[in-house]
């Protein structure tokens, strides 16, 4: 593994001046996304009024999503935000876990987990702004006081570089011990054997680890921290900032009538 290069491989070139290239991240997740639309349509197919078979399985699933989605949004945003959610953490679950077969997980490249990462920021942003309006979206940022906004706009900003870097670096974190560790127990087995004995046996823990254990719960986190920042988005300001402000109001508006009455008598 070279670690100077935290990108993927460059696998195709178009063209005879070769600026046109797909990278090995995105071969695999145009790959990645035509066959789970294919299992998808599969799954859904020949649905019954009575579950049996693989549609128990995927109503159990679309099941959880829902009240997933529900939990951390709300009962009206459950079905409008329920599938982007469900085929988020699903195509990032299997993403993650390349390496189970071999190949560089796609999201051990920073470019892929950016791109995650603005997608889901912007989304975030416009169904905020969708929800309350641009007054109501500058008004939740400067709740509960005014000053606010400065940190509301920052934490905003950074949430999607967070975000990013969270998942490749635990993705490619994993992939880069589990390939130090093949290679000690490779120069270990070349003592004594020559077949890589240890490198086949010790190795199988790490891989229930860092590719199926760490990739759910990645996938999880990536998730659910989308729904979390889309919720506190779509929040509006609270309910105690709209009484502290109307109590402000009253008073402004009941010293202004005063001072009428004073100028007037």
């Known amino acids: 593994m070279n670690l100077n290069e935290l990108g993927s491989r460059i696998i195709l070139y178009f063209g005879d001046s070769g600026k046109v290239f797909l990278s090995e991240s995105t071969c695999y997740a145009i790959i990645l996304a035509i066959i789970l639309a294919i299992l998808g349509i599969w799954l859904g197919s020949n649905l019954k009024p009575v579950p049996k078979g693989k549609q128990v399985w995927v109503e159990l699933f679309v099941g959880w999503i829902y009240k997933f989605t529900e939990e951390n949004l709300g009962k009206e945003y459950a079905k409008s935000f329920a599938p982007y959610l469900g085929s988020l953490i699903v195509w990032l679950f299997f993403a993650n876990s390349l390496g189970l077969i071999g190949l560089r997980p796609i999201t051990a490249d ?138 402000k109001k009253e008073a402004r508006r009941a010293k202004r009538e005063g001072r009428q009455l004073e100028q007037a008598s």
């Open 110 to 247: 920073v470019s892929v987990t950016a791109g995650l990462a603005a997608v889901s920021f912007l989304l975030i942003q416009v169904n905020a702004i969708r929800k309350l309006g641009i007054k109501g979206r500058i008004a939740e940022m400067c709740d509960p006081f005014h000053f606010m906004i400065i940190m509301e706009v920052i934490s905003d900003l950074v949430f999607p570089v967070t975000l990013a870097l969270r998942l490749f670096g635990n993705i490619f974190g994993g992939m880069i011990v589990v390939d130090l560790w093949l290679n000690l127990m490779s120069n270990l087995s070349a003592a004594f054997c020559p077949i890589p004995i240890l490198r086949c046996i010790t190795v199988i823990p790490l891989n229930l680890f860092f590719d199926m254990f760490e990739p759910l719960i990645q996938a999880y986190i990536f998730t659910i921290l989308t729904a979390i920042n889309m919720q506190r988005g779509m929040e509006g300001i609270s309910p105690e900032t709209v009484e502290r402000r109307r109590l």
